[in-house]
Structures are given as structure tokens and as C-alpha cells.
């Protein structure tokens, strides 16, 4: 099946863009492009992910509560051990509820954001 478009970039609303910028381009590897206050970018020079900023930003309040998960990214890891604890220095939270613990392992960035450390099979 061919598409009529191609993915540019995923742009993700927080707080603090280069913020984001910095903890994410850490986790992937991938160059801060751009970054100022309102906007900051990393690109691994084929995809992108941008960071805006939106007034009053509420981050999610995974898994539950008044403010649901938007989106997360999925990023698979070789020893989700080493990743956790690369992820938490770099700032990340883990949450105490985890679904399937053997197999992936859900964390937060610093705006809150879920995401998930996926063992590579």
C-alpha cells in the first residue's frame, strides 16, 4: 500500500521546550536543531520531534485522573534495567503502576509525559 504523504516530525506541547529538547536528544542520540523558550526541535536528520510551548500546560495524569494520556512514543532498548537508570538520571519519573514490567517499562519525561522503554526481542 502506498501513501500520498510522508511523516515531517511529531510535535509535542509542554511547559518547557528545551527542556524536552535536551531529555529526549539524550534518550534517542539526535541533535538539538533548534531551540528557544517557545519552540525546540532534535532530528536525527531524517525524522523530527518538535517540543511548543502552551501556556498553562497540564501534563497528563497517567494512568489516571482528571487529565488523559494524549499520545506516548515507544522506544525500544536492549536492558531495560541500564535504560531505566539512564532515563532517571537524564530526569524521568517511573510511575509505581507498570503493566507488563518483564517486557517494557512505562516512564515520564520532565513534563509528565508517558513513554515506554520497550525491551528489543
Given amino acids: 500500500m502506498s501513501g500520498f504523504a510522508t ?6 506541547d509542554c511547559a ?3 527542556v524536552l529538547a535536551t531529555f529526549y536528544s539524550e534518550v534517542l ?4 536543531t533548534h531551540s ?10 531524517t525524522s523530527s520531534i518538535g517540543f511548543g510551548q502552551i501556556p498553562g500546560h497540564t501534563p497528563p ?4 485522573g482528571p487529565v488523559p494520556k494524549q499520545f506516548h512514543l515507544d522506544f525500544y532498548v536492549d536492558d531495560l534495567t541500564d535504560a531505566e ?21 512505562v516512564l515520564l519525561d520532565p513534563a509528565g509525559h508517558p513513554f ?3 525491551l528489543r526481542s
Fill in 7 to 12: 511523516l515531517i516530525m511529531v510535535n509535542i
Fill in 16 to 18: 518547557e521546550p528545551p
Fill in 29 to 32: 542520540g539526535w541533535e538539538v
Fill in 36 to 45: 528557544q523558550a517557545e519552540y525546540a526541535m532534535i532530528s536525527d536528520g
Fill in 61 to 64: 495524569t497517567w494512568p489516571e
Fill in 85 to 105: 537508570a539512564r532515563a532517571l538520571k537524564l530526569g524521568a519519573t517511573r510511575p509505581d503502576f507498570q503493566p507488563a514490567p518483564d517486557r517494557y517499562l
Fill in 116 to 118: 515506554c522503554a520497550c
